[in-house]
Protein backbone atom coordinates (compact mmCIF):
# COMPACT_ATOMS: atom_id res chain seq x y z
CA UNK A 1 0.00 0.00 0.00
CA UNK A 2 1.64 2.78 -1.46
CA UNK A 3 2.31 6.19 1.03
CA UNK A 4 1.54 4.59 4.09
CA UNK A 5 3.46 4.79 7.00
CA UNK A 6 4.02 2.41 9.99
CA UNK A 7 1.60 2.85 12.24
CA UNK A 8 1.08 -0.33 14.13
CA UNK A 9 2.59 -0.98 17.21
CA UNK A 10 3.70 -4.37 18.84
CA UNK A 11 0.66 -5.01 21.37
CA UNK A 12 -1.59 -3.83 19.03
CA UNK A 13 -0.76 -6.49 15.97
CA UNK A 14 -0.54 -8.74 18.79
CA UNK A 15 -4.37 -8.00 19.73
CA UNK A 16 -4.84 -8.39 15.44
CA UNK A 17 -3.38 -11.39 15.63
CA UNK A 18 -5.70 -12.87 18.90
CA UNK A 19 -8.82 -11.35 16.51
CA UNK A 20 -7.59 -13.49 13.82
CA UNK A 21 -7.62 -16.88 15.84
CA UNK A 22 -11.22 -15.83 17.47
CA UNK A 23 -12.31 -15.95 13.50
CA UNK A 24 -10.66 -19.15 12.66
CA UNK A 25 -12.40 -20.65 15.99
CA UNK A 26 -15.15 -19.12 14.80
CA UNK A 27 -15.07 -20.39 10.94
CA UNK A 28 -14.09 -23.76 12.12
CA UNK A 29 -16.69 -24.34 15.06
CA UNK A 30 -20.17 -22.39 13.97
CA UNK A 31 -22.31 -23.01 10.88
CA UNK A 32 -24.26 -20.54 11.59
CA UNK A 33 -24.08 -17.51 8.72
CA UNK A 34 -25.73 -14.49 11.04
CA UNK A 35 -23.67 -15.75 14.14
CA UNK A 36 -20.57 -15.47 11.76
CA UNK A 37 -21.53 -12.45 10.24
CA UNK A 38 -21.22 -10.78 14.29
CA UNK A 39 -18.08 -11.92 14.58
CA UNK A 40 -16.42 -10.34 11.53
CA UNK A 41 -18.16 -7.40 12.49
CA UNK A 42 -17.20 -7.72 16.33
CA UNK A 43 -13.61 -8.23 15.14
CA UNK A 44 -13.70 -5.13 12.55
CA UNK A 45 -15.07 -2.89 15.74
CA UNK A 46 -12.52 -4.02 17.98
CA UNK A 47 -9.05 -3.91 15.63
CA UNK A 48 -10.40 -0.39 14.57
CA UNK A 49 -11.05 0.62 18.23
CA UNK A 50 -7.29 0.40 19.13
CA UNK A 51 -6.76 2.75 16.86
CA UNK A 52 -7.15 6.57 18.32
CA UNK A 53 -6.75 8.23 14.80
CA UNK A 54 -7.15 6.16 11.29
CA UNK A 55 -6.29 7.42 7.35
CA UNK A 56 -8.86 5.78 4.78
CA UNK A 57 -5.83 3.25 3.75
CA UNK A 58 -4.88 2.63 7.21
CA UNK A 59 -8.79 1.38 7.75
CA UNK A 60 -9.19 -0.33 4.50
CA UNK A 61 -5.46 -2.24 5.42
CA UNK A 62 -6.93 -3.23 8.34
CA UNK A 63 -10.09 -4.20 7.85
CA UNK A 64 -9.00 -7.24 5.42
CA UNK A 65 -8.49 -8.80 9.21
CA UNK A 66 -12.35 -9.51 9.16
CA UNK A 67 -12.10 -11.44 6.15
CA UNK A 68 -9.87 -14.20 8.10
CA UNK A 69 -11.59 -17.71 7.89
CA UNK A 70 -8.78 -20.32 8.30
CA UNK A 71 -5.37 -20.32 9.34
CA UNK A 72 -3.97 -19.97 5.51
CA UNK A 73 -5.76 -16.60 5.14
CA UNK A 74 -4.27 -15.33 8.56
CA UNK A 75 -0.77 -16.23 8.00
CA UNK A 76 -1.59 -13.93 4.58
CA UNK A 77 -3.58 -11.19 6.08
CA UNK A 78 -0.87 -10.69 9.17
CA UNK A 79 2.42 -11.15 6.75
CA UNK A 80 0.24 -8.16 4.51
CA UNK A 81 -0.11 -6.09 7.74
CA UNK A 82 3.37 -7.24 8.97
CA UNK A 83 5.62 -4.24 7.36
CA UNK A 84 3.10 -1.66 9.26
CA UNK A 85 4.29 -2.64 12.57
CA UNK A 86 6.55 0.92 14.04
CA UNK A 87 9.91 -1.15 15.27
CA UNK A 88 10.61 -0.53 18.94
CA UNK A 89 12.96 2.48 19.71
CA UNK A 90 17.04 1.38 18.46
CA UNK A 91 19.44 1.54 21.18
CA UNK A 92 23.35 1.81 21.50
CA UNK A 93 25.37 -0.15 24.56
CA UNK A 94 26.57 3.24 25.47
CA UNK A 95 22.54 4.73 25.50
CA UNK A 96 21.64 1.87 27.77
CA UNK A 97 24.54 2.31 30.21
CA UNK A 98 23.61 6.03 30.92
CA UNK A 99 19.46 4.62 32.06
CA UNK A 100 21.68 2.71 34.57
CA UNK A 101 24.72 4.66 36.04
CA UNK A 102 25.55 2.99 38.67
CA UNK A 103 25.84 -0.27 37.19
CA UNK A 104 29.60 -1.37 36.62
CA UNK A 105 29.99 -3.09 33.91
CA UNK A 106 26.63 -3.89 32.45
CA UNK A 107 26.44 -6.17 29.57
CA UNK A 108 23.70 -4.74 27.06
CA UNK A 109 22.07 -7.27 24.12
CA UNK A 110 22.74 -5.98 20.76
CA UNK A 111 19.91 -4.35 19.17
CA UNK A 112 20.97 -6.34 16.07
CA UNK A 113 20.28 -9.27 17.44
CA UNK A 114 16.72 -8.44 17.86
CA UNK A 115 13.52 -8.10 15.92
CA UNK A 116 12.55 -4.50 17.07
CA UNK A 117 9.29 -4.58 15.14
CA UNK A 118 8.34 -7.74 17.54
CA UNK A 119 8.92 -6.39 21.14
CA UNK A 120 7.28 -3.49 23.49
CA UNK A 121 10.30 -4.04 25.75
CA UNK A 122 13.73 -5.09 25.91
CA UNK A 123 15.10 -7.46 28.99
CA UNK A 124 17.97 -9.87 30.06
CA UNK A 125 19.27 -10.79 32.97
CA UNK A 126 23.09 -9.96 33.67
CA UNK A 127 25.07 -12.77 34.72
CA UNK A 128 27.64 -10.06 36.54
CA UNK A 129 25.22 -8.20 39.00
CA UNK A 130 22.70 -11.28 39.04
CA UNK A 131 20.00 -8.49 38.23
CA UNK A 132 17.33 -8.67 35.45
CA UNK A 133 16.85 -5.30 33.61
CA UNK A 134 13.89 -3.97 31.72
CA UNK A 135 14.22 -1.81 28.93
CA UNK A 136 10.63 0.79 27.64
CA UNK A 137 9.63 3.31 25.57
CA UNK A 138 7.68 6.09 27.95
CA UNK A 139 4.11 7.00 27.07
CA UNK A 140 4.54 10.34 25.66
CA UNK A 141 7.68 10.84 25.02
CA UNK A 142 9.00 7.79 23.61
CA UNK A 143 12.21 7.59 25.33
CA UNK A 144 13.89 5.02 26.68
CA UNK A 145 13.25 4.38 30.23
CA UNK A 146 15.17 1.45 32.36
CA UNK A 147 14.19 -0.21 35.63
CA UNK A 148 16.38 -2.91 37.47
CA UNK A 149 15.92 -5.61 39.91
CA UNK A 150 16.46 -8.94 41.09
CA UNK A 151 14.36 -11.94 39.32
CA UNK A 152 13.43 -14.95 41.47
CA UNK A 153 11.54 -17.69 39.21
CA UNK A 154 9.05 -20.16 41.07
CA UNK A 155 8.89 -22.80 38.95
CA UNK A 156 5.13 -22.79 37.84
CA UNK A 157 2.68 -21.06 35.89
CA UNK A 158 1.02 -17.71 36.63
CA UNK A 159 -0.57 -14.28 35.62
CA UNK A 160 2.29 -11.89 34.41
CA UNK A 161 2.06 -8.43 35.37
CA UNK A 162 2.66 -7.19 31.86
CA UNK A 163 0.68 -9.08 29.31
CA UNK A 164 -1.59 -10.56 31.88
CA UNK A 165 -0.98 -14.36 29.92
CA UNK A 166 -0.85 -17.50 32.00
CA UNK A 167 2.85 -18.45 31.38
CA UNK A 168 5.95 -19.49 33.43
CA UNK A 169 7.10 -16.17 36.01
CA UNK A 170 9.24 -15.02 38.49
CA UNK A 171 9.01 -12.16 41.45
CA UNK A 172 10.75 -9.10 40.12
CA UNK A 173 11.82 -7.20 42.87
CA UNK A 174 12.72 -3.50 42.85
CA UNK A 175 14.15 -0.93 45.74
CA UNK A 176 12.41 2.22 45.26
CA UNK A 177 13.24 5.13 47.43
CA UNK A 178 11.23 5.87 50.32
CA UNK A 179 9.33 8.98 51.71
CA UNK A 180 12.37 9.45 54.08
CA UNK A 181 15.47 10.42 52.39
CA UNK A 182 18.05 7.74 52.59
CA UNK A 183 15.48 4.93 52.57
CA UNK A 184 14.14 2.47 50.59
CA UNK A 185 11.19 0.14 50.06
CA UNK A 186 10.77 -3.28 47.91
CA UNK A 187 8.18 -3.48 45.40
CA UNK A 188 7.52 -6.25 43.17
CA UNK A 189 5.36 -8.23 41.11
CA UNK A 190 4.91 -11.68 39.03
CA UNK A 191 6.00 -11.67 35.43
CA UNK A 192 7.00 -14.00 32.26
CA UNK A 193 10.56 -15.82 32.58
CA UNK A 194 10.54 -15.41 29.02
CA UNK A 195 10.56 -11.79 27.75
CA UNK A 196 9.92 -12.63 24.41
CA UNK A 197 6.63 -14.97 24.70
CA UNK A 198 5.88 -11.82 26.91
CA UNK A 199 6.09 -9.59 24.37
CA UNK A 200 4.45 -11.86 21.98
CA UNK A 201 1.29 -11.80 24.64
CA UNK A 202 0.95 -8.27 25.09
CA UNK A 203 -2.06 -7.11 23.60
CA UNK A 204 -1.94 -3.46 25.09
CA UNK A 205 0.82 -1.24 27.05
CA UNK A 206 -1.51 -0.20 29.77
CA UNK A 207 -0.22 -2.90 32.17
CA UNK A 208 3.65 -2.17 30.81
CA UNK A 209 3.46 1.03 31.72
CA UNK A 210 2.25 1.25 34.61
CA UNK A 211 4.43 -1.43 35.57
CA UNK A 212 7.33 0.79 34.92
CA UNK A 213 6.00 4.12 36.78
CA UNK A 214 5.39 2.06 39.63
CA UNK A 215 9.09 0.36 40.07
CA UNK A 216 10.90 3.72 39.18
CA UNK A 217 12.90 5.83 41.74
Known sequence: MK??????????????????????????????SDVLQALKALAKEKVLNVFDVLSEEQEELLLSVAEVRNKEQAEVCLETIKPY??????????????LFPKVKKLKVPSADSIDLTSISYVSWIDKGSNRKFIVAQELYTQKLKGIQGTFKPINQKGICTLCHSYEEVGMFT???????????TQRGNYICQDSEACNQNLLTLERLHDFMLRLSN
Open 174 to 184: AEIKGTVQGTF
Open 3 to 32: NVEAFIRNDQYNFIKSQTQILINGHGTVNN
Open 85 to 98: VIPFKSFTEAGVKK
